[in-house]
């Protein structure tokens, strides 16, 4: 496969993130990670499937509904070395409110990727959040 085609593949693995977190898939979410794989957030690390889980659950549950966020992800910069990767990228999400659309929150993504059986997955995702607004 070409680098190229190597790069969208794991374009579509970063947007598989966004759309597991955005619908609150939590164990399809943690599953784009190997199983020694850390999630690193300003909230907290998980690692390994279930550590990654656990971690996304108590950060989306809430005892009151939380309105949808849609994450929108640019700016992204991806390095492929054989089987192995790097990436780079911006990050905000939008959220419904009753005063209409608002970011909640914006940052970076900062993940080493790794090829196992044919399959781009994270090894480890670093979250870096610039605002959190929760008005």
């Known amino acids: ?7 969208d593949v794991i374009r579509e693995v970063m947007a598989e993130y966004c759309f597991c977190l955005d619908n ?6 943690a599953a784009l990670f190997t199983d020694d794989g850390t999630w690193d957030t ?19 549950t809430s005892d009151t509904p939380l ?4 994450h929108h992800v640019t700016n992204v910069v991806i390095k492929v070395d054989g089987a192995t990767a790097t990436s780079f990228s911006n990050w905000v999400t939008v ?5 209409g659309p608002k970011i909640g929150s ?14 781009w997955l994270f090894r480890y995702r670093k979250i870096d959040r610039f605002i959190h607004d929760k008005a």
Do not use: C
């Open 67 to 70: 309105p949808r966020a849609i």
């Open 106 to 119: 914006a940052g970076s993504y900062t993940d080493d990727m790794v090829k196992r059986d044919g399959r």
């Open 1 to 7: 496969m070409s680098e190229l085609a190597e790069k």
């Open 24 to 29: 609150n898939r939590f164990s399809d979410m």
């Open 42 to 60: 300003a909230f907290g690390k998980g690692t390994g499937h279930a550590g990654i889980e656990a971690l996304v659950r108590r950060l989306r």
């Open 95 to 99: 959220q419904n409110s009753p005063q």
